[in-house]
């Protein structure tokens, strides 16, 4: 899939585009309004993600450009500006999503992955780990067609970590996916340990979850 | 409450009474001295006539032999009398007096002028009576008239002051009208109000004026606040992005990868502490909109959900208890949300296991309130007091806690004019005090 990142920080849209190739995404990069106006009137992209903090553009009228331009790319905004308005403003212009920076790279991939499943139309697939199943579609664990009762935190914790397989996420990363909008100033929160701590007992009464793993000092991994 | 045009039109109206009252108490009197000011008026009038007469024809024609030297007229109403009396008197009289006198066999009250002259070396004492009763009659009438004619007066008056004053007045009903509701000075009625009174013209214009100014300062505060974001974001989410991708590479060991979790542990702290600092300032400078409506019990419920695993991981007891419910109008659900939020995840934080946190929502003096209370370690006096400033809390006591998360739900309270108290007992717990306004 190819993705524009327009960001007038280089050192960032550098990180992003390092990020998003490892990840098998075609990355191009504009640091000015005028250079990305000029690629989406010239190319075709799956992604647009655009910082609306620019300084020779309003990033917001890229949008109105490109969708005059009947281009259909999906746009996330990411910005550090912070203002309550240009959240609603920029969904109000088609936007498709929208994150606030600093941001986790990996919660940009499943943001990104979110919008392309809506986007194009593609079915919500059952994701499964040893002798567990993700039903995605009516937001259930089974364990060999067996509900595993948990809270929506733990199956959305779970579910982030499946996602992320094979990927060390961080407590953090892990916070900010499920209690983004809850802003907990003691940072010793030992929540995800708790909920991760909650999950394994609850896996565990099932069958064995050797593959939900704590990496030491950092945080926590699915490896299959 | 009441307002100004009730007031003034009360005002008036006791004024009134009060007038009315007064001169009822003294128009007896009042119209009995005047009446009587008349009277002997008259009677001065009548006495000069006959004096008159007697020095033009002389006292012979009164003074008859068979009327044996007194003389006598009286209308046939008896309202008034003369009378002419041959007296042997030395001193002179003068004066008038209120008499009972029988004429006819009837005792009728006289206003009665004595006059004593002489003629011809002779004293005569000339009397000149008026009935009173004619006149009392007509002074009881008259008050009678003058009392209803009072009352219409009143009456009319009362309502016409109502009805002036709710004209005059209706510019500054305009003004308050205005001001109702305002939460933000953007949204501030700046059509001016149309009124020919000088006062309400000035006060109108000085309160579009402080408005004006607000909503600057406002737009300014928010302005800096997208400035500060977007400078203090911009590279803390570069060296994110830095530090992630670094931890994402398959060749470090586990010293490295500690070692950047750790960077971006501090890291995070960095960006939680200016999230907080810039949350504050865009409350303050209402950035935020306040325009959901939702039950605060459903925030209290979800708050509690999810903070449950937490306590009871910490064997902490956690509960709710919710006797009443309020509809929050035009609130912002997910500041209010943190608002408890931060309360309750301090509570929990603070309470040692086998303690209890409770939510509580109520109804005390018709107003509604949320009763956080735990048995945690408490607070001195002097801790409670610089609880909810930045930077000023349990610090010591908490470890990493950048003691933001109070000074956050107080400016969330503010905003929604919700009050908060704290009381707190050492070694007994905290109790935060959540009273909603009463309109709400």
């Known amino acids: 899939m190819n993705v524009l990142i327009v960001e007038d920080e280089t050192g960032l849209a550098n990180e992003i585009a390092a990020f998003l190739k490892r990840e098998g995404f075609l990355c191009e990069m504009s640091f000015t309004g005028s250079d990305a106006s000029e690629k989406i009137a010239v190319n075709l992209y799956d992604f647009i993600l655009l910082d609306l903090g620019l300084p020779d553009y309003n990033g917001l009228d890229l949008i109105k450009e490109a969708r005059g331009n009947g281009s259909d790319a999906a746009f996330i905004i990411i910005t550090a500006r912070g203002a309550v308005e240009d959240k609603v403003k920029g969904l109000d212009l088609g936007a498709d999503d929208y994150l606030a920076k600093p941001f986790a790279l990996v919660e940009l991939l499943s943001r990104i992955q979110a919008v392309a499943r809506r986007k194009f139309n593609m079915p919500n697939q059952n994701l499964n780990i040893g002798e567990f199943t993700i039903e995605l579609q009516s937001r259930k664990l089974t364990c060999k067609g067996k509900e595993v009762i948990i809270t929506k935190k733990e199956f959305d914790l779970l579910h982030y970590l499946v996602m992320n397989r094979n990927r060390v996420l961080t407590r953090n990363q892990l916070y900010e996916h499920i209690w983004g909008n809850i802003l907990d100033d003691q940072y010793d929160s030992n929540f995800i340990d708790v909920h991760i701590k909650n999950v394994r007992k609850k896996l565990n009464e099932h069958a064995p979850s050797p593959w939900l793993e704590t990496v030491r000092g950092i945080g926590y991994r699915v490896s299959m | 409450m009441v307002k100004l045009k009730i007031k003034l039109a009360l005002f008036s109206l006791l004024t009134k009474l009060g007038f009315t009252v007064v001169f009822l108490i003294f128009m007896p009197s009042l119209f009995e001295w005047i009446t009587l000011m008349q009277v002997d008026n008259d009677l001065i009038q009548k006495r000069e006539k006959v004096i008159t007469l007697i020095s033009n024809i002389g006292i012979e024609p009164f003074m008859t032999a068979d009327t044996a030297n007194v003389f006598g007229s009286y ?31 009837e005792v009728i009250a006289y206003r009665v002028l004595n006059y004593s002259f002489q003629v011809d070396g002779n004293t005569y004492l000339l009397e000149v009576g008026k009935s009173l009763s004619s006149i ?15 009352f219409f007066i009143i009456l009319i008056t009362f309502i016409a002051d109502l009805q002036y004053t709710r004209f005059l007045l209706k510019p500054l009903d305009m003004i308050t009208n205005k001001l109702k509701g305002i939460s933000d000075p953007s949204i501030f009625d700046k059509k001016p109000v149309r009124t020919t009174t000088s006062d309400f013209q000035y006060l109108d214009s000085a309160l579009r004026e402080l408005m004006e100014h607000i ?11 997208v400035n500060i974001s977007h400078e203090l974001m911009t590279p803390i989410s570069v060296l994110r992005g830095k530090l992630e991708n670094l931890l994402m590479q398959e060749d470090i060991n586990d010293v490295i990868s500690n070692k950047i979790e750790e960077s971006l542990k501090t890291l995070h702290r960095l960006q939680t502490l200016v999230n907080s600092l810039l949350m504050i300032a865009r409350i303050e400078s209402r950035q935020y909109l306040r325009e959901e409506s939702f039950q605060v019990n459903e925030v209290l419920r979800e708050i509690i959900g999810e903070l449950n695993p937490i306590a009871e991981d910490a064997g902490i007891l956690l509960s709710g208890e919710f006797e009443r419910d309020l509809q929050l109008e035009r609130a912002n659900r997910s500041l209010i949300f943190s608002m408890f939020y931060n309360v309750v995840n301090n509570a929990v934080k603070n309470t040692s296991s086998g303690g209890e946190v409770h939510v509580k929502s109520s109804v005390l003096n018709g107003r509604f309130m949320v009763i956080i209370s735990d048995s945690g370690r408490g607070m001195t006096d002097s801790q409670v007091s610089t609880l909810f400033s930045r930077f000023s809390t349990r610090l010591e006591t908490s470890g990493n806690n950048t003691g933001i998360g109070l000074a956050i739900s107080k400016s969330i309270a503010d905003f929604h004019n919700i009050e908060i108290s704290v009381r707190s007992v050492i070694e007994k717990g905290t109790t935060f005090l959540f009273r909603f306004p009463e309109n709400s």
């Open chain 2, 75 to 105: 209308n046939i109403l008896k309202e008034e009398f003369i009378s002419l009396e041959k007296i042997d008197l030395k001193e002179d009289e003068n004066y008038i007096e209120v008499t009972n006198r029988l004429i006819e066999g």
């Open chain 2, 215 to 225: 909503d600057q300062l406002f737009q300014k505060e928010k302005e800096i606040t």
């Open chain 2, 136 to 150: 009392n009659y007509m002074s009881k009438n008259i008050g009678k008239v003058i009392i209803v004619f009072l």
